[in-house]
């Protein structure tokens, strides 16, 4: 990533691991075990931060980040650990854990001082532009989320929130008055839906979207009222590639398409990775609105112009040792003013 000529660099969460273990491609964690505290998040940044290519890459190109759920614990939700044996099931426990692990954030990673941590708040969503070319819009799907459910049959319910009332009104405001060429989220998690099961049956992710459907429901449905042309989102999380047609009804062939999405895998954690597996061929099979996978370590590349973007995912095909080489896997073109994907070059 160095090496490209990018004017910035997106990093959409998970920058660190909170666990222990020695990870996918055998590094030993600093501290050996899970942290808590602030000193061993310190600790932990500061080993990522050791590596040289990593160092590289913040040099070569501004960087606009946002964390996901490792820069605190797995799979949090607004004031909520994640329910299993650890002692900070209690709220006001986790508060204090997210406050530490919010300050070390901050202290590792360039953001501005409306930025900065108050204890265990932090301001996270915020919008930056580019001139007339580019409104990008950071967001927040940790801190105003509720729990996941445990019974996918609420993915519906109309109460539910991921990106919190506040965020939500803010969001969609801004995009109906924007005036820029292309209008792009920056979200953590995957907005499209995914259906994780072969056949008749359907499951569902519910750490995602997905878990969230009256929520993007409406999101969706106020991009596609207020006429947001060339809507697009970029996303980290799921350690694989992807590129999405965003539609209103995901169910129904016909229904409108209101933008598009770039799901982007991770540049290590994983191993090796490989071009497909299991999960990747039912999502295509299940899922007629993606229309790309890959499940290989490396980054995307994101081209815009006045009249076509294309998004390019560089793949490598090893990260446990020095060397490998990179290629695009795939291109991926959207043409301004016409919503979704236009041509896949795989």
Same mark, same amino acid.
């Given at each position: 990533?160095?090496?490209?000529?990018?004017?910035?660099?997106?990093?959409?969460?998970?920058?660190?691991?909170?666990?222990?273990?020695?990870?996918?491609?055998?590094?030993?964690?600093?501290?050996?075990?899970?942290?808590?505290?602030?000193?061993?998040?310190?600790? +932990?940044?500061?080993?990522?931060?050791?590596?040289?290519?990593?160092?590289?890459?913040?040099?070569?190109?501004?960087? #606009?980040?946002?964390?996901?759920?490792?820069?605190?614990?797995?799979? /949090?939700?607004?004031?909520?650990?994640?329910?299993?044996?650890?002692?900070?099931?209690?709220?006001?426990?986790? +508060? +204090?854990?997210?406050?530490?692990?919010?300050?070390?954030?901050?202290?590792?990673?360039?953001?501005?001082?409306?930025?900065?941590?108050?204890?265990?708040?932090?301001?996270?969503?915020?919008?930056?532009?580019?001139?007339?070319?580019?409104?990008?819009?950071?967001?927040?799907? +940790?801190?105003?989320?509720?729990?996941?459910?445990?019974?996918?049959?609420?993915?519906?319910?109309?109460?539910?929130?991921?990106?919190?009332?506040?965020?939500?009104?803010?969001?969609?405001?801004?995009?109906?008055?924007?005036?820029?060429? /292309?209008?792009?989220?920056?979200?953590?998690?995957?907005?499209?839906?995914?259906?994780?099961?072969?056949?008749?049956?359907?499951?569902?992710?519910?750490?995602?979207?997905?878990?969230?459907?009256?929520? =993007?429901?409406?999101?969706?449905?106020?991009?596609?009222?207020?006429?947001?042309?060339?809507?697009?989102?970029?996303?980290?999380?799921?350690?694989?590639?992807?590129?999405?047609?965003?539609?209103?009804?995901?169910?129904?062939?016909?229904?409108?398409?209101?933008?598009?999405?770039?799901?982007?895998?991770?540049?290590?954690?994983?191993?090796?990775?490989?071009?497909?597996?299991?999960?990747?061929?039912?999502?295509?099979?299940?899922?007629?609105?993606?229309?790309?996978?890959?499940?290989? =370590?490396?980054?995307?590349?994101?081209?815009?112009?006045?009249?076509?973007?294309?998004?390019?995912?560089?793949?490598?095909?090893?990260?446990?040792?020095?060397?490998?080489? #990179?290629?695009?896997?795939?291109?991926?073109?959207?043409?301004?003013?016409?919503?979704? #994907?236009?041509?896949?070059?795989?």
């Amino acid at each position: 990533m160095a090496r490209e000529d990018l004017d910035v660099v997106v990093h959409l969460g998970d920058y660190i691991y909170e666990s222990g273990g020695a990870g996918s491609i055998g590094r030993a964690h600093l501290p050996a075990a899970e942290v808590f505290s602030l000193a061993d998040y310190r600790v +932990r940044y500061g080993q990522y931060k050791a590596d040289p290519a990593l160092q590289a890459a913040h040099a070569a190109a501004p960087w #606009i980040v946002a964390p996901d759920d490792h820069e605190v614990e797995n799979n /949090w939700a607004g004031d909520h650990s994640q329910p299993d044996d650890e002692p900070d099931q209690d709220p006001e426990v986790f +508060r +204090r854990r997210r406050a530490a692990a919010y300050q070390a954030y901050w202290e590792n990673m360039p953001l501005r001082r409306s930025s900065m941590p108050d204890g265990p708040e932090m301001q996270v969503f915020r919008r930056l532009a580019f001139g007339d070319m580019l409104q990008l819009n950071v967001l927040d799907t +940790r801190r105003y989320r509720d729990r996941q459910l445990q019974d996918p049959a609420g993915r519906w319910d109309a109460q539910r929130q991921m990106l919190g009332a506040e965020q939500e009104a803010w969001l969609l405001e801004g995009l109906g008055a924007s005036a820029a060429r /292309w209008n792009v989220l920056a979200n953590q998690v995957f907005s499209f839906e995914a259906d994780h099961e072969a056949g008749e049956a359907v499951r569902y992710g519910m750490d995602t979207w997905d878990g969230y459907a009256a929520a =993007r429901q409406r999101l969706f449905d106020g991009v596609h009222r207020r006429g947001v042309e060339n809507f697009l989102v970029v996303t980290g999380d799921a350690h694989r590639s992807v590129a999405a047609d965003l539609k209103l009804d995901f169910s129904d062939d016909t229904s409108p398409v209101v933008g598009a999405e770039f799901l982007g895998t991770s540049i290590s954690s994983g191993g090796n990775g490989s071009d497909s597996d299991a999960l990747g061929k039912v999502w295509l099979e299940e899922n007629p609105h993606m229309r790309f996978h890959n499940k290989q =370590r490396g980054y995307q590349v994101c081209h815009l112009g006045r009249d076509a973007m294309r998004t390019e995912y560089k793949v490598v095909p090893y990260v446990d040792r020095p060397g490998a080489p #990179i290629e695009t896997r795939a291109s991926i073109h959207v043409e301004s003013g016409r919503p979704g #994907i236009a041509q896949v070059e795989d």
